[in-house]
């Protein structure tokens, strides 16, 4: 048996902006997904993991099926027919999969899933090589096609190389980042609301078929190649629009993740934290990504409690795609255990766990 690992990834800044072409910055974390495979010497993968029913793919017939959207056997599908294209055979597998990432909470558990089959498809195949950012653009593709998600690549990305990484997406540039908060002082935590945002995925496909709607007004697919001087110029006439202040949330959001990676890359955590509350205050005011019909509040509990908690001294913000799911929390260090104890007894033991960054991405372990 060969064990294989994905790290679950933290977002830092640059909410919905992956799926723009805008910037954004993320870290890997040291909770995420372990498998153990080997090759079965047939033509089908099949896939153990606790909580879920096998799974058995066949590589003959690796075509999106619509009776399977939002199911693992979409993602392995997916990864599969994309590495397909670039090896000389795939070979089948059993997989014995357990994960630590709570599923639809925001901590990126399809993309890790995704990447980590992605790193056993690419073990056990013939005549080729993959690379992280390749298993990542797979994994993002089959997200798309298969799965019926249109995320952006941020964290396929992030699980796939590890460490913390600001992205350019127009101009396909990678940074890898020193992100050390202890170093600063501070306490870095997610708190699970509880909630999942897997039942509105309609709303969070909405979002970036919002911002493409405003983008094609400018004769561009993605905002990220709106010159914001141009959205500027049109930016008066519709700011009661909720799609136009959703393409405002990106212009914004972009920038500041510029900035927030600029002030970790300065150990400016006042800084730093003075940015991630205007983040999170423009994903509930602008983008919108807090609640939805049917989801429950418990994400706006999460954020209003964090509010009260860490205003003037911390930050908080929506992490992910929103609507449920996790809280993400920044700040000293001697208030952990108190922000800690006050989340866990509004959302059950264990909701609060402090992050750490992981400096690796997914693949084979010792």
């Not at 153990?48 to 399977?68: N, Y």
Request: negative net charge; glycine residues 10%.
């Amino acid at each position: 048996m060969t064990k294989f690992f994905c790290p679950g990834r933290t977002e830092l800044a640059g909410n919905h902006t992956d799926h723009q072409k805008g910037r954004a910055m993320a870290a890997a974390v040291d909770t995420g997904v372990y498998a153990e495979a080997e090759p079965n010497g047939t033509n089908v993968i099949s896939v153990f993991s606790d909580g879920f029913e096998p799974l058995r793919v066949d590589l003959d017939k690796l075509w999106p099926d619509e009776s399977e959207i939002g199911t693992p056997a979409a993602l392995v599908k997916g990864v599969a027919a994309t590495l397909a294209e670039s090896a000389e055979a795939l070979n089948g597998f059993d997989a014995y999969v357990v994960s630590h990432i709570p599923v639809g909470r925001g901590m990126s558990s399809s993309a890790a899933f995704s990447v980590l089959i992605g790193c056993i498809i690419g073990e056990f195949a013939e005549g080729a090589f993959f690379a992280p950012e390749e298993i990542a653009k797979a994994a993002r593709k089959a997200e798309n096609r298969w799965f019926g998600k249109p995320c952006g690549l941020l964290d396929q990305m992030t699980c796939a190389m590890g460490g913390a990484i600001y992205i350019d997406f127009l101009h396909s540039k990678i940074v890898h980042m020193d992100c050390n908060f202890e170093s600063l002082g501070l306490a870095l935590c997610l708190t699970d609301t509880g909630g999942s945002h897997a039942a509105a995925l309609k709303e969070y496909a909405r979002i970036p078929a919002d911002m493409s709607e405003v983008a094609q007004t400018f004769g561009v697919q993605w905002l990220g190649k709106v010159r914001p001087s141009d959205f500027e110029e049109e930016w008066p006439k519709h700011k009661q629009d909720p799609k136009w202040m959703r393409a405002r949330h990106f212009f914004d959001e972009s920038l500041r993740a510029a900035s927030m990676a600029d002030a970790l890359g300065l150990k400016d955590g006042r800084r730093y934290m003075e940015l991630m509350n205007a983040s999170g205050r423009s994903s509930e005011t602008l983008l919108r990504n807090i609640t939805a019909p049917g989801v429950g509040d418990e994400l706006a509990k999460g954020l209003s409690t964090a509010a009260r908690m860490l205003e003037g001294v911390g930050a908080w913000r929506v992490h992910g795609g929103g609507f449920a799911g996790c809280v993400q929390a920044l700040m000293p260090q001697d208030l952990f255990e108190p922000y800690k104890a006050c989340m866990d007894d509004c959302f059950g033991p264990g909701a609060c766990q402090r992050i750490k960054i992981y400096p690796k991405g997914a693949g084979k372990t010792i």
